[in-house]
Protein backbone atom coordinates (compact mmCIF):
# COMPACT_ATOMS: atom_id res chain seq x y z
CA UNK A 1 0.00 0.00 0.00
CA UNK A 2 1.31 3.90 -1.05
CA UNK A 3 3.19 4.73 2.39
CA UNK A 4 1.82 8.41 2.60
CA UNK A 5 -1.45 6.54 2.55
CA UNK A 6 -0.44 4.83 5.27
CA UNK A 7 0.92 7.65 7.41
CA UNK A 8 -2.29 9.54 6.62
CA UNK A 9 -4.38 6.81 7.95
CA UNK A 10 -2.40 6.52 11.12
CA UNK A 11 -2.12 10.40 11.82
CA UNK A 12 -6.16 9.98 11.36
CA UNK A 13 -6.49 7.05 13.79
CA UNK A 14 -4.31 8.91 16.53
CA UNK A 15 -6.45 11.90 16.39
CA UNK A 16 -9.74 9.85 16.54
CA UNK A 17 -8.70 7.21 18.69
CA UNK A 18 -5.91 7.53 20.96
CA UNK A 19 -7.79 8.94 24.10
CA UNK A 20 -10.18 5.43 23.26
CA UNK A 21 -7.08 2.97 23.40
CA UNK A 22 -5.58 4.85 26.13
CA UNK A 23 -8.51 4.56 28.33
CA UNK A 24 -9.42 1.00 27.38
CA UNK A 25 -5.89 0.20 28.74
CA UNK A 26 -5.72 2.25 32.31
CA UNK A 27 -9.19 0.21 32.72
CA UNK A 28 -8.32 -3.32 32.36
CA UNK A 29 -4.55 -2.57 33.33
CA UNK A 30 -4.46 0.44 36.05
CA UNK A 31 -1.74 1.12 34.91
CA UNK A 32 -1.46 4.50 33.47
CA UNK A 33 2.09 4.06 32.20
CA UNK A 34 1.85 0.73 30.61
CA UNK A 35 -1.17 2.08 28.87
CA UNK A 36 0.33 4.89 26.51
CA UNK A 37 3.54 2.95 26.34
CA UNK A 38 1.75 0.34 24.79
CA UNK A 39 -0.47 2.53 22.76
CA UNK A 40 2.49 4.13 21.59
CA UNK A 41 3.94 0.86 20.69
CA UNK A 42 0.44 -0.15 18.56
CA UNK A 43 0.46 3.12 16.98
CA UNK A 44 4.47 2.05 15.79
CA UNK A 45 2.84 -1.30 15.04
CA UNK A 46 0.38 0.09 12.40
CA UNK A 47 2.54 1.97 10.90
CA UNK A 48 4.46 -1.31 9.21
CA UNK A 49 1.56 -3.87 9.21
CA UNK A 50 -0.95 -1.41 7.95
CA UNK A 51 1.44 -0.83 4.91
CA UNK A 52 1.43 -4.51 4.52
CA UNK A 53 -2.08 -5.98 5.28
CA UNK A 54 -4.19 -2.62 4.49
CA UNK A 55 -5.90 -0.98 6.29
CA UNK A 56 -8.41 -2.40 8.87
CA UNK A 57 -12.07 -1.51 8.66
CA UNK A 58 -12.27 -0.76 12.14
CA UNK A 59 -8.96 1.08 13.00
CA UNK A 60 -9.70 1.68 16.63
CA UNK A 61 -10.53 -2.12 17.32
CA UNK A 62 -6.99 -3.23 15.79
CA UNK A 63 -4.99 -0.62 17.36
CA UNK A 64 -6.75 -1.76 20.96
CA UNK A 65 -6.32 -5.03 20.57
CA UNK A 66 -2.77 -4.87 19.71
CA UNK A 67 -2.14 -2.43 22.01
CA UNK A 68 -3.96 -4.89 24.94
CA UNK A 69 -1.60 -7.80 23.54
CA UNK A 70 1.01 -6.03 23.62
CA UNK A 71 0.27 -5.14 27.68
CA UNK A 72 -0.52 -8.66 28.21
CA UNK A 73 2.44 -9.69 26.76
CA UNK A 74 4.43 -7.24 29.24
CA UNK A 75 2.32 -8.33 32.10
CA UNK A 76 2.97 -11.50 31.50
CA UNK A 77 7.13 -10.92 32.02
CA UNK A 78 6.48 -8.92 35.09
CA UNK A 79 4.01 -11.67 36.51
CA UNK A 80 5.97 -12.45 39.88
CA UNK A 81 3.45 -11.72 42.74
CA UNK A 82 -0.46 -12.46 42.86
CA UNK A 83 -1.26 -9.01 41.87
CA UNK A 84 0.02 -9.03 38.89
CA UNK A 85 -1.18 -12.38 38.35
CA UNK A 86 -4.64 -10.76 38.75
CA UNK A 87 -3.50 -8.20 36.47
CA UNK A 88 -2.95 -10.68 33.65
CA UNK A 89 -5.72 -12.98 33.86
CA UNK A 90 -8.32 -9.73 33.84
CA UNK A 91 -6.65 -8.52 30.81
CA UNK A 92 -6.88 -11.91 28.96
CA UNK A 93 -10.15 -12.26 29.51
CA UNK A 94 -10.93 -8.85 27.63
CA UNK A 95 -10.70 -10.37 23.95
CA UNK A 96 -13.09 -8.14 22.11
CA UNK A 97 -12.30 -4.36 21.77
CA UNK A 98 -13.88 -1.84 23.49
CA UNK A 99 -17.55 -2.25 24.76
CA UNK A 100 -19.64 0.88 25.00
CA UNK A 101 -21.70 -0.88 27.60
CA UNK A 102 -19.15 -2.19 29.58
CA UNK A 103 -20.47 -2.61 32.99
CA UNK A 104 -17.32 -1.01 34.97
CA UNK A 105 -19.10 0.81 38.12
CA UNK A 106 -22.37 1.70 39.44
CA UNK A 107 -22.59 5.35 38.00
CA UNK A 108 -24.89 4.61 35.27
CA UNK A 109 -22.25 6.42 32.34
CA UNK A 110 -20.91 3.50 30.52
CA UNK A 111 -17.85 6.06 29.02
CA UNK A 112 -13.84 4.57 29.81
CA UNK A 113 -13.43 8.61 28.29
CA UNK A 114 -15.36 10.08 30.90
CA UNK A 115 -14.20 7.54 33.60
CA UNK A 116 -11.05 8.55 33.11
CA UNK A 117 -11.64 12.48 33.07
CA UNK A 118 -13.16 12.10 36.56
CA UNK A 119 -10.48 9.96 37.81
CA UNK A 120 -7.83 12.72 36.33
CA UNK A 121 -9.76 15.27 38.29
CA UNK A 122 -9.63 13.62 41.86
CA UNK A 123 -9.72 16.46 44.31
CA UNK A 124 -6.68 14.74 45.86
CA UNK A 125 -4.65 16.34 42.49
CA UNK A 126 -4.21 19.86 41.80
CA UNK A 127 -6.35 21.58 39.43
CA UNK A 128 -3.61 21.92 37.09
CA UNK A 129 -2.19 18.95 36.64
CA UNK A 130 -5.86 17.27 36.53
CA UNK A 131 -6.67 19.37 33.80
CA UNK A 132 -3.36 18.59 32.19
CA UNK A 133 -3.02 14.78 32.94
CA UNK A 134 -6.30 14.06 31.22
CA UNK A 135 -5.19 16.17 27.91
CA UNK A 136 -2.08 14.06 27.89
CA UNK A 137 -3.88 10.84 28.31
CA UNK A 138 -7.59 11.56 26.40
CA UNK A 139 -6.58 14.03 23.97
CA UNK A 140 -3.01 12.73 23.21
CA UNK A 141 -1.57 15.92 23.71
CA UNK A 142 2.31 15.99 23.83
CA UNK A 143 3.82 17.61 27.42
CA UNK A 144 5.52 20.62 24.79
CA UNK A 145 1.63 21.37 24.07
CA UNK A 146 0.18 21.23 27.15
CA UNK A 147 2.94 23.36 28.95
CA UNK A 148 2.18 25.87 25.89
CA UNK A 149 -1.38 25.93 26.86
CA UNK A 150 -0.78 26.85 30.43
CA UNK A 151 2.21 28.96 29.61
CA UNK A 152 4.66 27.14 32.11
CA UNK A 153 7.89 25.71 30.85
CA UNK A 154 8.02 21.86 29.25
CA UNK A 155 9.96 20.82 31.94
CA UNK A 156 7.58 22.42 34.94
CA UNK A 157 4.61 20.25 33.03
CA UNK A 158 6.81 17.07 32.75
CA UNK A 159 6.94 17.30 36.36
CA UNK A 160 3.44 17.65 37.05
CA UNK A 161 2.33 14.97 34.51
CA UNK A 162 4.62 12.27 36.56
CA UNK A 163 3.51 13.54 39.69
CA UNK A 164 -0.19 13.45 39.16
CA UNK A 165 0.38 9.38 37.65
CA UNK A 166 1.95 8.67 41.08
CA UNK A 167 -0.39 10.56 43.19
CA UNK A 168 -3.19 8.39 41.22
CA UNK A 169 -0.97 4.99 41.59
CA UNK A 170 -0.38 5.57 45.54
CA UNK A 171 -3.03 6.88 46.79
CA UNK A 172 -5.46 3.70 45.28
CA UNK A 173 -7.90 6.39 42.99
CA UNK A 174 -10.88 4.63 41.32
CA UNK A 175 -10.76 4.02 38.04
CA UNK A 176 -15.03 5.34 37.51
CA UNK A 177 -17.10 8.11 37.78
CA UNK A 178 -18.19 9.00 41.44
CA UNK A 179 -21.67 8.60 42.69
CA UNK A 180 -23.93 11.86 42.61
CA UNK A 181 -23.16 13.38 45.96
CA UNK A 182 -19.46 13.29 44.95
CA UNK A 183 -20.13 14.80 41.51
CA UNK A 184 -20.08 18.76 42.56
CA UNK A 185 -16.46 18.37 44.14
CA UNK A 186 -15.26 17.29 40.67
CA UNK A 187 -17.27 19.88 38.37
CA UNK A 188 -14.64 22.82 38.14
CA UNK A 189 -11.82 20.21 36.82
CA UNK A 190 -13.84 18.02 34.72
CA UNK A 191 -15.17 21.38 33.13
CA UNK A 192 -11.86 22.90 32.87
CA UNK A 193 -10.71 19.98 31.11
CA UNK A 194 -13.70 19.78 28.76
CA UNK A 195 -12.99 23.46 27.91
CA UNK A 196 -9.17 22.70 27.28
CA UNK A 197 -10.09 19.93 25.27
CA UNK A 198 -11.79 22.26 22.83
CA UNK A 199 -9.53 24.89 22.32
CA UNK A 200 -7.01 22.75 21.67
CA UNK A 201 -8.88 21.55 18.46
CA UNK A 202 -10.56 24.54 17.65
CA UNK A 203 -7.20 26.63 17.36
CA UNK A 204 -4.25 24.04 17.80
CA UNK A 205 -0.82 25.28 19.81
CA UNK A 206 1.53 23.82 16.95
CA UNK A 207 1.03 21.80 13.65
CA UNK A 208 -0.03 22.88 10.08
CA UNK A 209 -3.96 22.61 10.75
CA UNK A 210 -5.93 25.73 12.73
CA UNK A 211 -8.17 23.29 13.49
CA UNK A 212 -8.63 19.89 15.05
CA UNK A 213 -11.45 18.78 14.62
CA UNK A 214 -11.90 15.49 16.24
CA UNK A 215 -10.84 17.50 19.32
CA UNK A 216 -13.34 19.21 19.13
CA UNK A 217 -16.20 16.63 18.65
CA UNK A 218 -15.11 14.95 21.14
CA UNK A 219 -15.27 17.77 23.95
CA UNK A 220 -18.64 18.52 22.67
CA UNK A 221 -19.48 14.82 23.33
CA UNK A 222 -18.48 15.00 26.33
CA UNK A 223 -19.80 18.20 27.39
CA UNK A 224 -23.59 16.56 25.84
CA UNK A 225 -22.60 13.39 28.40
CA UNK A 226 -21.91 15.97 31.56
CA UNK A 227 -25.19 17.66 30.85
CA UNK A 228 -27.55 14.73 30.80
CA UNK A 229 -25.18 13.34 34.13
CA UNK A 230 -25.74 17.14 35.92
CA UNK A 231 -28.71 18.73 34.33
CA UNK A 232 -29.25 21.49 36.78
CA UNK A 233 -25.50 22.64 37.25
CA UNK A 234 -25.98 26.35 35.37
CA UNK A 235 -22.13 26.11 34.32
CA UNK A 236 -22.28 22.39 32.67
CA UNK A 237 -25.14 23.76 30.66
CA UNK A 238 -23.09 27.60 29.89
CA UNK A 239 -20.20 24.88 28.99
CA UNK A 240 -21.67 23.31 26.50
CA UNK A 241 -23.84 26.58 25.26
CA UNK A 242 -20.04 28.12 24.41
CA UNK A 243 -18.88 24.53 22.97
CA UNK A 244 -21.50 25.10 20.62
CA UNK A 245 -21.92 28.72 19.79
CA UNK A 246 -18.16 28.51 18.83
CA UNK A 247 -18.14 25.27 16.80
CA UNK A 248 -21.31 27.07 14.69
CA UNK A 249 -18.13 28.79 13.06
CA UNK A 250 -15.66 26.65 12.98
CA UNK A 251 -15.98 25.75 9.33
CA UNK A 252 -15.71 29.35 7.91
CA UNK A 253 -12.60 29.98 10.28
CA UNK A 254 -10.41 28.76 7.70
CA UNK A 255 -10.52 28.76 3.88
CA UNK A 256 -10.66 26.78 1.25
CA UNK A 257 -6.68 26.54 1.13
CA UNK A 258 -6.59 26.43 5.03
CA UNK A 259 -5.71 29.75 5.54
CA UNK A 260 -7.17 31.52 8.78
CA UNK A 261 -10.78 33.74 8.12
CA UNK A 262 -10.72 36.26 11.16
CA UNK A 263 -14.09 37.07 12.49
CA UNK A 264 -15.10 39.93 11.03
CA UNK A 265 -14.65 38.44 7.75
CA UNK A 266 -16.17 35.32 7.88
CA UNK A 267 -19.29 34.64 6.19
CA UNK A 268 -21.89 34.62 8.53
CA UNK A 269 -24.65 33.10 6.58
CA UNK A 270 -22.51 29.70 6.83
CA UNK A 271 -22.61 29.17 10.63
CA UNK A 272 -24.66 26.90 11.61
CA UNK A 273 -27.51 27.80 13.04
CA UNK A 274 -29.00 24.99 14.22
CA UNK A 275 -25.70 25.57 16.73
CA UNK A 276 -26.78 28.58 17.76
CA UNK A 277 -30.12 28.33 18.41
CA UNK A 278 -29.34 25.21 20.70
CA UNK A 279 -26.26 26.72 22.52
CA UNK A 280 -28.52 30.32 22.75
CA UNK A 281 -31.47 28.08 24.61
CA UNK A 282 -28.76 26.42 26.88
CA UNK A 283 -27.34 29.94 27.77
CA UNK A 284 -30.85 30.93 28.84
CA UNK A 285 -31.60 27.60 31.07
CA UNK A 286 -28.56 28.20 32.58
CA UNK A 287 -28.82 31.99 33.04
CA UNK A 288 -32.37 31.37 34.28
CA UNK A 289 -30.57 29.32 37.78
CA UNK A 290 -29.72 32.68 38.60
CA UNK A 291 -26.25 31.10 39.23
CA UNK A 292 -23.76 33.26 37.00
CA UNK A 293 -19.76 31.55 36.37
CA UNK A 294 -17.15 31.70 34.08
CA UNK A 295 -18.48 29.51 31.07
CA UNK A 296 -21.51 31.20 31.30
CA UNK A 297 -20.28 34.84 30.83
CA UNK A 298 -18.14 33.42 28.05
CA UNK A 299 -21.01 31.45 26.09
CA UNK A 300 -22.85 35.14 26.48
CA UNK A 301 -19.47 36.66 24.67
CA UNK A 302 -20.31 34.39 22.26
CA UNK A 303 -23.81 35.03 21.75
CA UNK A 304 -22.99 38.41 21.00
CA UNK A 305 -20.73 37.26 18.17
CA UNK A 306 -23.07 34.75 16.84
CA UNK A 307 -26.17 36.78 16.88
CA UNK A 308 -24.70 40.13 15.09
CA UNK A 309 -25.89 40.10 11.73
CA UNK A 310 -22.92 42.04 10.79
CA UNK A 311 -19.56 42.10 11.79
CA UNK A 312 -19.92 45.99 12.19
CA UNK A 313 -23.32 45.48 14.19
CA UNK A 314 -21.23 43.71 16.87
CA UNK A 315 -22.06 45.04 20.29
CA UNK A 316 -18.25 45.70 21.49
CA UNK A 317 -19.02 47.78 24.74
CA UNK A 318 -21.57 44.78 26.34
CA UNK A 319 -18.38 42.55 24.89
CA UNK A 320 -16.39 44.67 26.65
CA UNK A 321 -18.20 44.64 29.99
CA UNK A 322 -18.72 40.92 29.93
CA UNK A 323 -14.78 40.88 30.06
CA UNK A 324 -14.81 42.48 33.12
CA UNK A 325 -17.27 40.65 34.66
CA UNK A 326 -15.67 37.25 33.76
CA UNK A 327 -12.20 38.69 34.77
CA UNK A 328 -14.24 38.75 38.75
CA UNK A 329 -14.34 35.26 37.85
CA UNK A 330 -10.94 34.22 35.75
CA UNK A 331 -8.53 37.21 37.28
CA UNK A 332 -6.08 35.84 34.36
CA UNK A 333 -4.24 37.91 31.98
CA UNK A 334 -5.49 36.41 28.85
CA UNK A 335 -8.98 37.44 29.87
CA UNK A 336 -7.68 41.10 30.19
CA UNK A 337 -5.85 40.75 26.79
CA UNK A 338 -9.30 39.82 25.57
CA UNK A 339 -10.75 42.25 27.32
CA UNK A 340 -8.54 44.89 25.81
CA UNK A 341 -9.53 43.88 21.86
CA UNK A 342 -12.90 44.71 22.89
CA UNK A 343 -12.34 47.89 24.55
CA UNK A 344 -10.18 48.84 21.60
CA UNK A 345 -12.81 48.08 19.53
CA UNK A 346 -15.96 49.76 21.41
CA UNK A 347 -13.62 53.27 22.81
CA UNK A 348 -10.88 53.57 20.15
CA UNK A 349 -7.45 51.87 19.56
CA UNK A 350 -5.61 54.21 21.72
CA UNK A 351 -7.55 52.61 24.94
CA UNK A 352 -7.54 49.05 23.59
CA UNK A 353 -3.07 49.75 23.03
CA UNK A 354 -3.38 51.76 26.63
CA UNK A 355 -4.65 48.14 28.02
CA UNK A 356 -1.93 46.12 25.87
CA UNK A 357 0.55 48.74 27.07
CA UNK A 358 -0.19 47.43 30.86
CA UNK A 359 -0.03 43.57 29.96
CA UNK A 360 3.48 43.72 28.62
CA UNK A 361 4.85 45.57 31.48
CA UNK A 362 3.17 42.83 33.51
CA UNK A 363 5.15 40.59 31.88
CA UNK A 364 2.79 37.38 31.95
CA UNK A 365 2.17 37.15 28.41
CA UNK A 366 5.58 37.63 27.74
CA UNK A 367 6.03 34.54 25.40
CA UNK A 368 2.20 34.38 24.18
CA UNK A 369 2.19 35.68 20.54
CA UNK A 370 -1.28 37.22 20.95
CA UNK A 371 0.25 39.73 22.75
CA UNK A 372 2.37 40.91 20.48
CA UNK A 373 -0.44 40.10 17.80
CA UNK A 374 -3.17 42.48 19.69
CA UNK A 375 -0.64 45.55 19.47
CA UNK A 376 -0.18 44.86 16.46
CA UNK A 377 -3.81 44.36 15.01
CA UNK A 378 -4.70 47.50 16.99
CA UNK A 379 -1.55 49.80 15.22
CA UNK A 380 -2.73 48.52 11.65
CA UNK A 381 -6.24 49.93 12.02
CA UNK A 382 -5.28 53.47 13.41
CA UNK A 383 -2.95 53.65 10.57
CA UNK A 384 0.39 53.15 12.01
CA UNK A 385 1.55 50.41 10.20
CA UNK A 386 5.00 51.00 10.70
CA UNK A 387 4.85 49.99 14.56
CA UNK A 388 2.36 47.59 13.65
CA UNK A 389 4.81 45.28 11.17
CA UNK A 390 7.89 45.70 14.32
CA UNK A 391 4.49 44.53 16.29
CA UNK A 392 3.86 41.54 13.72
CA UNK A 393 7.55 40.48 13.66
CA UNK A 394 7.67 39.79 17.70
CA UNK A 395 4.19 37.55 16.82
CA UNK A 396 6.06 35.85 14.60
CA UNK A 397 9.06 35.17 16.65
CA UNK A 398 6.44 33.25 19.05
CA UNK A 399 4.04 31.32 16.88
CA UNK A 400 3.48 27.90 16.69
CA UNK A 401 0.52 27.21 14.85
CA UNK A 402 1.39 26.99 10.84
CA UNK A 403 -1.76 28.51 9.84
CA UNK A 404 -1.60 31.56 12.35
CA UNK A 405 1.88 31.82 11.02
CA UNK A 406 0.82 32.27 7.56
CA UNK A 407 -2.02 34.78 8.62
CA UNK A 408 1.06 37.20 10.70
CA UNK A 409 3.28 37.25 7.75
CA UNK A 410 0.70 38.51 5.30
CA UNK A 411 -0.38 40.83 7.60
CA UNK A 412 3.32 41.86 7.92
CA UNK A 413 3.78 42.23 4.29
CA UNK A 414 0.41 44.49 4.05
CA UNK A 415 2.40 46.63 7.03
CA UNK A 416 5.34 46.91 4.56
CA UNK A 417 4.01 47.67 1.50
CA UNK A 418 4.17 50.99 -0.05
Not at 96 to 118: A, K, M, N
Not at 188 to 194: A, F, I, N, S, W
Request: hydrophobic share 45%; net charge negative; proline share 5%.
Amino acid sequence: MNVPDVEKAVAAAFREEWGQVVATLIRVTGDWDLAEECAQDAFAQALDRWRRDGIPRRPGAWLTTTARNRALDVLRREAVGAAKLREVAVLARDEGPYDPEYEGDDSGVHDDRLRLIFTCCHPALPIEARVALTLRTLAGLTTPEIARAFLVPEATMAQRLVRAKKKIRNAGIPYRVPPAHLLPERTTGVLGVVYLLFNEGYAATSGTDLVRTNLCAEAIRLARVLSRLMPDEPEVLGLLALLLLHDARRHTRVDAEGELVTLEDQDRTAWDRTEIDEGAALLERALRRGRPGPYQIQAAIAACHTTAPTAADTDWADIAGLYGELERFVPSAVVRLNRAVAVGMADGTEAGLTLVAELERGGELADYHLLPATRADLLRRDGRTAEAAEAYERALELVENGAERRFLEKRLQECQAP
